[in-house]
């Protein structure tokens, strides 16, 4: 299908088919229009190109890779795609305007707010029940979150091991994190956490999950995110935030979330489960008394 005759949705599988074998401009530019379409058919190329941190040409270039002859040709799937009324989620939240120290707290709520509202759009139920069943179907569920996103995935981890065991962190004993990744099995899961710029000791989780067959869940900023590319679900997460860094309290609202979701589904015996951890963590006197 040629540029021109593309919907938004051909448009969409052609950018992601392309990334991979992008320059590193063009592949920003691409990730920012495949995670904002509403802004491609609001706003001005020039601060498409402001809110994205790339040149206003690269949007042309990026235009014609994908067989447009210009950018209104390019942004015409974009705005029948809003007119139709079709969009998976609202337009994020407009830049936000620091007004001094008084408002940072107050505009960091709130944009979490709409960070939590992103997410709950942006993920269906159908992807989380797939996510979920992945996880159910495995002898041992291995997540990965480095950095940042070490938060997240320690979340899950503690979560999920009140009424499962075989639930662990991947890089958390000693630095032995190839030994860790060497006992992967293509019966087990994987949970990969990370948004951009993505932390370096994601690549060989991937890789050797991959490389295994081990199913994997990317908990991401984006679906074009390496960490996603061979992911079987991929659950998204907004990290805007007027902070000087990215937020992730979407991230950990997600792993919270699906934890939960996966309590639920596994019925009264997980419950029993969480039941008896919790007696058992204030035997061991884990709690301050009241």
């Known amino acids: 299908m040629d540029g021109p005759d593309m919907n938004y949705d051909a448009v969409q599988a052609r950018i992601l088919t392309e990334i991979p074998d992008l320059s590193s401009e063009l592949r920003k530019a691409a990730r920012f229009l495949v995670d904002h379409p509403d802004e491609v058919a609001l706003v001005s190329m020039r601060v498409l190109a402001s809110r994205s941190e790339v040149t206003p040409t690269t949007f042309v270039r990026l235009a014609r890779r994908l067989g447009f002859t210009d950018w209104a040709a390019f ?9 139709s009324g079709n969009a998976p989620f609202a337009a994020k939240a407009d830049a936000l305007v620091l007004r001094g120290p008084e408002a940072i707290f107050v505009e960091s709520l709130r944009t979490n707010a709409a960070n939590f509202a992103a997410a709950e759009a942006a993920n269906d ?11 159910e179907r495995a002898q041992h569920v291995r997540v990965a979150g480095f950095r940042s996103c070490r938060a997240p995935a320690h979340a899950l981890v503690y979560l999920c091991r009140m009424f499962r065991r075989d639930v662990t962190l991947l890089g958390s004993d000693g630095g032995s994190l190839e030994a860790e990744l060497a006992a992967l099995d293509r019966k087990d899961a994987v949970v990969v956490i990370g948004f951009a710029p993505y932390s370096r000791e994601l690549g060989p989780v991937v890789e050797t999950a991959q490389r295994h067959g081990v199913p994997m869940i990317a908990i991401a900023d984006s679906i074009a995110a390496p960490i996603a590319r061979h992911a079987e679900v991929t659950l998204r997460f907004s990290t805007d935030s007027p902070s000087f860094f990215p937020s992730v309290a979407a991230a950990l609202a997600i792993v919270e979330a699906l934890a939960a979701t996966m309590l639920a589904r596994s019925g009264p015996a997980a419950a029993a489960r969480v039941r008896a951890t919790e007696l058992e963590l204030q035997g061991l006197g884990a709690y301050l008394p009241e």
Request: one cysteine or more; a positive charge; aromatic letters at 4%.
């Open 125 to 135: 139920g159908k992807e989380i029940a797939r996510a979920c069943a992945i996880l």
């Open 75 to 83: 942004r015409k799937p974009f705005e029948n795609r809003l007119r």
